[in-house]
């Protein structure tokens, strides 16, 4: 009996030591993957800045810098001078006005498997509900994007513009002006939604020629939304022509920038006095 009583301390002892290297072993794996992850953010923070600082600068009539009574520290892109219960829906976002670091919204699903702004859901319904009873048949192809997801779409296209010969700077570039680059993205933004006609769902300019979107762009301004990229304002939005492309602004803005027939860079800039 003395000798099983032995045993079994030995073998106990090797348990507690089994124990205690899997213990030790598990928290070096967590170290390692926590290490792991926030040098992941970090190259991911810096890559993004890379590819911005690659970019154009900012053009000449490009948005001002706020006002001098406008709050010290406004969010990146944010028109401060702006009553606060319409600053959500101006907030601008370009290559040149990122999203802040910080961001985020509350998003509400719409037409089934989208999300958008929970604050735009409501309009974005009721204009594709009045389409539809006009015998249309608008559909989405893109509302909020995460920054993962734009990230893919943004290296997609670079692959695509080195494919055509360009070299890394001019295929970043040429990339930037169809997809944003993450982080200056409106669909990262949550305002946003692309809309094309069910019967042609090719994102480009024969969008233009459908009925579906002769019927928005009239329309849009009624519940809140407007043509963001009209045609031949590359060089103030830095995104090419998109008739596909709607953005929430507010039924005010909205009817106001469709009326002068500008743009939300040059709305933002008589917003906040500029000249």
């Known amino acids: 009996m003395h000798e099983n009583r032995m045993n079994w301390k030995k073998r106990a002892g090797v348990w507690a030591r089994m124990a205690l290297l899997a213990l030790a072993a598990a928290l070096l794996l967590w ?4 290490c792991a992850a926030e040098g992941l953010k970090l190259v991911h923070a810096r890559r993004q800045q890379d590819v911005r600082e ?28 702006l009553p606060a219960t319409e600053d959500w829906m101006l907030t601008l976002v370009n290559p040149w006005n990122p999203l802040p670091e910080d961001f985020a919204i509350e998003t509400a699903e719409v037409e089934g498997k989208y999300q958008l702004d929970a604050r735009a859901v ?15 048949d608008p559909i989405i192809c893109s509302a909020y994007r995460t920054n993962e997801y734009q990230t893919k779409l943004f290296d997609k296209q670079v692959r ?45 300019e024969g969008q233009e020629g459908t009925a579906e979107f002769q ?54 800039n008589e917003k906040n006095g500029a000249d």
């Open 31 to 34: 170290l390692i993957f926590t």
């Open 54 to 81: 690659m970019l154009p600068l900012t053009p000449a009539d490009a948005v001002s810098e706020p006002a001098a009574e406008a709050p010290a520290e406004p969010a990146a892109g944010e028109p401060s001078e």
């Open 122 to 136: 409501e309009p974005l319904r009721h204009m594709l509900a009045d389409c539809r009873a006009d015998g249309l």
């Open 160 to 204: 695509k513009q080195r494919g055509k010969g360009l070299p890394d700077d001019a295929a970043v570039a040429a990339a930037a002006e169809v997809v944003a680059v993450p982080g200056t993205s409106e669909h990262q933004l949550g305002l946003a939604v692309d809309l094309c006609a069910r019967s042609y769902q090719l994102l480009d």
């Open 215 to 268: 019927w928005l762009r009239t329309h849009c301004a009624e519940y809140g939304f407007i043509v963001r990229y009209p045609d031949g304002t590359t060089d103030l939005t830095g995104i090419i022509y998109e008739p596909w492309h709607f953005r929430y602004v507010g039924e005010q803005a909205a009817r106001e920038i469709a009326d002068a027939g500008i743009t939300l860079e040059e709305y933002v």
